[in-house]
């Protein structure tokens, strides 16, 4: 029937306009939709793994650890599996854009996972995923005090009782890994042991229950014990017989791009942005350095800025020193909304970060409650390097890479997304999946932006013209790194591109000391797609420049960042998608 011109459905006796009924059928869509979601972070994601559940904040998880069995594999597989045909059979038709976004954002995660464990497989080729593995579970109990000690050593306790029997998966699971995956786990298991001997004691000295100490102690010396026998094994058993390829190949490299960050570009076509970013980069580095000084060269000018740099020791404090100013700063140019005062806390890279990191943030989950500290982690040299390697190690904290880094890391980078995740009515999907080329490419992006917005200038950031210039040069330096990166990311794992050769191109191309160039090379054996970084920033530079065009002189870069920023940690392309309303290339 019709009433005054408004087509009406009689519902069990009721009236509903046609529009009410369709937005009834949104929301029963939606939530349908939403109960399904919170059944697959339950049942797959976090069933799976529990101590990302510990980490998000979730603490019904604290005391289970991962099931490192094949048998436990192929139940995860199997399950995935079984989901995948859910969300597959979801209708976008009943869902409104962002849940449309949220829902390809799972399909995604789903196929990524299954490209890990099926076609991947580092359950089978990579020894340090059981050692770093079982850390990274003791640690996520250590760190933020979101339970009192005795309650938070007894889920550790629970979990250490489990983490021998990893050790004999491992045994059985490790088929043929890459030589340079078995060296890297022997290269971190001192640290990881050492980790356990003294660093988790310490964590829990507040313990005061005496049956939960001394059955603590019992644990952790068979944890200790158990990593000391798997490095003897690794060293004299795998290590003979590790001489498998790390490399995934080029159709699987395009599935791990398009599921994990919906970007669908040829891999030849990269390899050409790659390039040509470099190429402007190392072309804007040696025009910056003959300012500094026409009489060397740009690597002359690279070596004098690699000694610029704190003392070991007022490293950690360096890097705060930065933190009241980007944020004057950002807040005097209305960079972007930060939408709390609570700064992160520095302190050193945990042990078994330390092989293949040199800082990062470290946020509590979105859904911790109780402690809601967020570290800035930074690596240190260790005890027992040579004076020259210490040297190499600080120059990558130099007086231009400690902003950046500061930038990237902080403000206005991950520590300000990490704020906003927690301010901004995300939703599960948002919270708990994100995309490198988001979270990465925004802290990357903001390295060069914030500097373009005259940071560097003197008086603001630097103390006068040269360190201006010195400060370029780092962030120069650090978006070089990145573009190699790129380009040793893909070539490596498509093109047959060697390690020493990767190792080189850091160096040469790279801009990069030979210290980080080794480091960088062995993260891209495991991280293939971290390219992520400038491939983000340039899709993210894109997208403003394609919001501008479209607003004129009523664009405001700060309402651009904010907007971003209420998007999560999406793919760009859905980012895009929210704030341009369309489909069109994100490069």
Known sequence: ?????????????????????????????????????????????????????????????????????RAGVEAQIATLHAFEKKFDAVSEAGLDESTQGDLAMVRNNIRGTLLMLETIRPWEKNPDNYSSGITNSAFSLMERRFAPPDDRLRSLIAREKQMPAVFDAARKNLKNPPQIYTEIALEQLPDLISFFQHDVPEA????????????????????????????????????????????????????????????DTPLDKLLEIAYADMHKNQAE????????????????VLAELAGIHPAPDQLLQSFHNTFESLISFIRQ??????????????????PFMRATTQASMDSPGPFEKHSTTAY??????????????????????????????????????????????????????????????????????????????????????????????????????????????????????????????AREFFVDEGYQSRSIADVETKRGTSDPTYLYYTLGKLEIMKLRADVQKKEGAAFSLERFHDDFMKQGGAPIRIVRRAMLGDDSPTL
């Not at 799976?48 to 904040?57: C, Q």
């Not at 580095?285 to 002359?300: M, Y």
Request: aromatic share 10%.
């Open 204 to 263: 829990f000295e507040d313990a005061k229950d005496a049956a939960t100490i001394a059955e603590f102690h019992q644990t952790n010396a068979a944890v200790i014990a158990a990593l000391e026998q798997y490095q003897t094994w690794l060293k004299t058993d795998l290590l003979p017989q590790s001489h498998g390829d790390f490399r995934i190949g080029a159709d699987t490299y395009r599935k791990k791009l398009e599921y994990d960050e919906m970007v």
């Open 376 to 501: 800035f982690n930074v690596t240190l040299p260790e005890k027992d390097w040579t004076a020259a390697h210490i040297a190499e190690h600080m120059a990558a904290f130099n007086v231009g890479t400690i902003i950046s880094t500061s930038v990237h890391e902080a403000y206005p980078g991950h520590y300000v997304q990490f704020l906003w995740v927690n301010q901004t009515h995300l939703s599960t999907v948002r919270k708990l999946i994100t995309s490198n080329t988001n979270v990465e490419g925004w802290a990357h992006y903001c390295e060069q932006m914030m500097l373009d917005q005259g940071y560097n200038q003197p008086g603001v950031g630097a103390k006068d013209e040269r360190e201006s210039r010195l400060i370029r040069l780092g962030q120069l330096q650090d978006a070089l790194l990145r573009d190699a990166r790129f380009v040793v990311g893909i070539k490596m794992h498509t093109q047959e591109m060697t390690l020493d050769q």
């Open 285 to 300: 580095f040696q025009r910056v350095a003959k300012e500094v000084d026409p009489s060397k060269t740009p690597k002359e």
């Open 1 to 69: 029937m019709r009433v005054k011109g408004i087509a009406v459905l009689l519902i069990c006796g009721s009236f509903m306009t046609t529009a009410s009924f369709v937005h009834a059928q949104t929301q029963d869509a939606a939530a349908r939709f939403r109960a399904l979601v919170d059944q697959y972070f339950a049942d797959v994601v976090f069933r799976y793994s529990p101590t990302n559940g510990t980490l998000a904040g979730l603490h019904q998880y604290d005391a289970k650890l991962e099931d490192y069995s």
């Open 333 to 350: 140019k209305q960079i972007i909304t930060i939408p709390s005062t609570v700064e992160p806390v520095l302190e050193e890279t945990p």
